[in-house]
């Protein structure tokens, strides 16, 4: 029999951390339920503390999620562990996760503290945590860059106070496989009571060995927990990819001890989702989840793979999710079948009236295009199509023209809070001159930091998906729009981004 890995998704939580991918309730509740569906073990959905938004959120994931383990951040003080135990406490099965930095480096320049403060508040944070949550997991942060000595005498601390699981963090993506792996088994050893923990560790992908790191913990080292996000999302370079994780333990099972229960064919929908709620578009070449990563142009490796799968691939398409996305809904469908589809996503909104926008939404879009595929549906959600109705902006009109030997222009009709705004303008391309066409009624005086557009599925009929980053004060936003035409796609986008600008509820980035 082999071990259990425990899959410990931080998506919602250290992949949010990106700049611009900050995520609302109702999107962390759609990715949660999605990760419940992959059946990840334990879903990190926030920081409690770090804003009433995210609170929000925490306990509404909490409180949807039945198959997984709800887990939230909290820093090594009373204020931030009461705040994740109120926001967790609803949760079927919940975890307290704390941490306090345990590097010379850390404890010197950012925390101001001697050790021997460290090694007291550690203590004092899980005891307390422990008084409310069985289930305490303990991260001194920085971990590969500590001393060995003080940081065993830390660990042997928390377990001692009641630390379940003790996970180490390499924080700032320093180590390298071999010297990582030696250095989780030389932990276990020397702490007296490791055996009473799990051992976890949470990798960043700095030097792009974030997986090959959290694999060697594994195998050297004895981890049976690995902390990771979908597509590696996360802050700098990223973070441990679970669908790279997962695969590679599944396909090879000859050499890793461990298996995980994730279903896999729920990684390449997941990947999607995330992707368009983030608009972080995952790169062609990505493994597992790459748009190209089954795809063989070589003549001698299709060849090969026409004659023998196993030629040029080790993994099936379908097994990852690949096959599992299938045309389910057309112009003549009814409002059952497209609700009931949506279940099936995994996507619930939260009242009727908002069934009723999102089903005009997918009438509009069904008389541009024959096929609706699911991927159709998850940008309609998305988009923001089915948003509250008290939207700041919102787009009426628009149309625009450009040619060889011609000034791109545009126009558009905006509604400010129920009255009509129009403006014209003229750009260096069609969108150029929508986006500004837009900002001479909105003069919102933001910074596009990023103008990115997909195709949602292929053929010449696929809607393009937009997504528009803007920052303004310190603040940084995603929009999504989707469309057949791309440039109505591309103003779409940028209103839903000016939107979350003015929302007063709209979260703050993390890092901010």
């Known amino acids: 029999m082999k071990d259990r890995l425990i899959i410990f998704d931080t998506t ?3 992949g949010e ?75 079927k099965s919940w975890r307290i996760h704390t941490f306090i930095a345990t590097s010379p480096l850390h404890m010197e320049k950012k925390l101001r503290m001697t050790p021997e403060q460290v090694l007291e508040d550690a203590r004092a944070a899980v005891r307390f945590a422990r008084r409310h949550c069985p289930d305490i997991e303990f991260s001194p942060e920085d971990a590969s860059r500590s001393e060995p000595d003080f940081l065993c005498r830390v660990l042997e601390a928390v377990i001692a106070e009641g630390a379940t699981t003790i996970n180490i963090p390499d924080t700032v993506g320093y180590a390298v496989p071999q010297q990582f792996g030696e250095f989780i088994r030389s932990l276990r050893e020397r702490v007296p009571n490791s055996g009473k923990a799990v051992w976890s ?47 590679s333990v599944r396909t090879r099972s000859d050499f890793f001890p461990v298996e995980t229960r994730i279903d896999t064919t729920q990684i390449v929908p997941a990947s999607r989702l995330v992707s368009q709620i983030t608009g972080f578009v995952v790169q062609p070449n990505k493994a597992v989840v790459g748009a190209n990563a089954f795809a063989h142009a070589s003549g001698i ?131 150029d001159a929508t986006f500004k066409a837009i900002e001479n009624v909105a003069r919102s005086e933001a910074e596009l930091l990023l103008y990115s557009v997909n195709a949602v599925t292929h053929g010449t009929e696929s809607q393009g998906e937009v997504t528009v980053r803007l920052a303004r004060g310190g603040r940084i936003v995603n929009g999504v729009g989707a469309d057949t035409d791309i440039v109505v796609a591309s103003a779409k986008a940028y209103i839903a981004a000016l939107n979350k600008l003015h929302s007063k509820t709209e979260r703050i980035n993390p890092q901010v």
Not at 51 to 59: I, K, P, Q
Not at 212 to 238: D, K, M, P, Y
Not at 309 to 334: C, F, H, P
């Open 17 to 91: 951390q990106s700049p611009g991918a900050s995520m609302t309730r109702e999107e962390k509740v759609r990715i949660a339920r999605q990760l419940e569906r992959m059946r990840v073990d334990v879903i990190e959905a926030g920081f409690p503390a770090s804003s009433n938004g995210d609170f929000e959120a925490v306990r509404a994931v909490a409180g949807v999620v039945k198959d997984s383990t709800v887990a939230g951040l909290c820093r090594a003080n009373d204020r931030d562990i009461s705040r994740g135990v109120e926001a967790l406490k609803g949760a």
């Open 201 to 247: 560790v949470h990798c960043h992908n700095d030097l792009g060995m974030a997986v090959a790191n959290s694999l060697a913990a594994v195998v050297i080292g004895g981890a049976r927990q690995i902390e990771c996000t979908v597509n590696g999302l996360g802050e700098r370079a990223g973070n441990t990819s679970l669908e790279e994780i997962v695969m």
């Open 12 to 14: 919602m939580r250290d």
């Open 301 to 431: 490796h299709q060849d090969g793979v026409i004659k023998a799968r196993q030629t040029y691939e080790i993994m099936r398409a379908e097994d990852v999710g690949w096959a599992a996305n299938k045309i389910v809904l057309g112009k003549l469908s009814g409002r059952n079948a497209f609700k009931q589809r949506l279940k099936e996503l995994g996507v619930e909104l939260e009242s009727e009236e908002a069934y009723n926008k999102a089903f005009q939404g997918f009438k509009d879009l069904a008389d541009k295009k024959a096929e609706i595929f699911d991927e159709d549906l998850q940008a309609l959600v998305s988009e923001g199509r089915v948003g509250s109705s008290d939207e700041h902006w919102k787009l009426v009109h628009m149309s625009q023209g450009s040619g060889m030997g011609e000034r791109p222009h545009a126009s558009v009709v905006l509604s400010e809070s129920g009255a009509e705004k129009t403006a014209q303008s003229e750009g260096d391309g069609p969108v």
